[in-house]
């Protein structure tokens, strides 16, 4: 790829020989008076040929050092494959490298840098030599520490603010060349809207906002530009959708922006929209929808300090500003979607710049008027230079929208109270909620029946309790999880399992030894085994259900899934290591619970059906195995990701396993109290010895 670089040498001579060609040549085309001579903080043209060579050749005096070629790091923020920000300056490093040769420039450099590496890489850098460090301005506060650690070393921030003995600082003037892009987008675009993408509100970023609307204002005074800041300028997904939002929203169908990757111009571009590229064009990319772009030429930069710390020429508490007319901003390639007249009167605009016969930042500008005074104009209306490059006035017209927040960047997949998944259900849970606790009700008010006596208070209590909560965990599955939330859904549907089935295992181990020894009211033993059971299995869920909550073993998490678009992720609860232990265990618990109420339900069939609700628990036992298989089948043929599945997967296990035993164990006792309240009175029941069953009991019919 080397071999490629003389060619794109020679092109870049040209494109920086054009506009100091163009220099001092007239035109009346505009009647806005000249810019005033640049002051004392500037640094143009004249000064820039006192320290730089004038031609492309490279320097004949002093042209190493001492011990050999000067070694210069370069720390890129990015790759320059992006073809945003970082690809201009790998092809400026090239040139400088070709320029003085290998002989008397060594050149290191280092791809995506960033504040967690760069101390890192640029001491490495210094421990093999290099004299000069030059980074980008998002790195700048650590190039200002690592400046003042090594003083014999010179820094250049490219761009930056913060100056000293040993660091340098650059400023172009990109924002002339956006007044030239806003001048093409007012003839390209169809809205009259333009988007603009920025970071933080440095005065590079805002004069480059305030320039392209001002350059559209010239062909359009009723152009808007919309602009987003995005905190990380090196966000490709933030860019991306805020280009989206740009054009969904406020109907945008041009695009710039000051960030450092290409994310503006390709997702314009896929959108059928128009692009002005910074600091390259990307047309390699991305083709004729970016009709122009920001050239920043780094070469001139690099020329200048690498000539500055190889003649000693290098200034103390110096910062490098200079625009068109010093050849360091250019417009890249006009497409060919811009015509031979708006061409035109591009051409007549850059020569007005780039000569300094016309100043955009004058008295005439509304928002400049009224934020200077009088004195801070010259006599010509041009704002003065030295405010010019502090300025901070975004000029009528620019809509800021302010920084770009997660909810706008990200789509969060969950089930949602007011879809109509979510309000569905909801109605639905509200329904068998009110239906059971009519039931309980109902219990409560005939549990002096012969019917609630014989099947036992509690145990309706206890079932009827299960299903409440079992339908009432349904709840904590709509909704926007936390890690509380995750919690909730574990406790809910355990604790119903364990109020339904270990009360359907209690009743039957109980039926089962009155049934196979008739005499066990003398003794008492089967009361207090079953309460035995029934505490050692209450006691060891709830230290389960306490470990998987203390440890963290079911949490929400984002899941970002291939299914999904790019700015989607799903927002669910998902096991930990130690939760797929501890759930195991809690599984393997209600598994035994389960098994044992099938094997005694099994041994007490032959009880009569008066006294026997055998059946309603083996249907019961069924339906687990059937909510089981339905949830199972669910799982492995729907994404396992998403949330969405998981509500289906539980709201249909919950209501097979609940809602089927409840209607075979209290369906029939409730038509009964409700059809005939007289039916048998608990004084006949009390009156008899219940603890009398034998297998020869007589039963009534």
Partial sequence: ???????????LVLLFLLPLATTGQTNDTTTTPPIVSPGPTTFNATSLASNAPTTQAAPTTNQTTEDGPLIVGFLYVSNPKDFGWVYQFYFAQAEIEDLYGKSKLKVLFQYDVGASNYTYFATDMIAKGAKMIMTSSSLETLQVNLSRAYPNVKFVTTPGSTVSKNLATTVHNGYQAFFMGGVMAAHLSKTRKAGFMAGNWLTSTIKAADAFLLGARTVDPSFLLYVIRIPNTLDFLRNRRAVELLIQEHDCDVFTGITVTSAITETAVRNQKLSFGYPSDGRLLFGERIYSGCQLEWFTTYRYFVNAMMNNTWKANFSLSYGMQEGAVALSHLSSLVSAEVEESVKNWTQAVSSGRYCMFNRYVAAFKNFYNSTQFNNDGCLLN????TTTVLVDGIKNLGFMTDEQVFEKIYVRWDSSGGVALTTIIV???VLMFVCLALVVAFKGTMIIVATNFYFCVSVLGGALLGYSGLFFWIGEPDDSICAARIWFLSLSFFFIFGAIAGKTYKMWRIWSNPNIAEDGRSSI????FLLTYSLIMIVLLALITGLGGYVSANIFDSSLEYNQYFVTCKLTDSGIIILSLLLGVCGVITFLASVLAFLSRNVHKKFNETSSIVLSIYNI??????????FLNTNSSDPRNHLIFISCGTFIAITCPILYMFLPKLY?????????KASSMHNSNSNSF????????
């Fill in 1 to 11: 790829m080397l071999n490629f670089f003389p060619r794109i040498t020679t092109f």
């Fill in 529 to 532: 085994a079953l309460n035995l």
């Fill in 625 to 634: 195995l059937i909510a089981e298989a339905v949830v199972v089948l669910l």
């Fill in 386 to 389: 030295s405010l010019v490059a």
């Fill in 431 to 433: 329904v068998f909620d």
């Fill in 694 to 701: 034998s297998k020869n009991v007589s039963l009534p019919n």
């Fill in 672 to 680: 009964v109290l409700v059809k005939d309240y007289s039916v048998s």
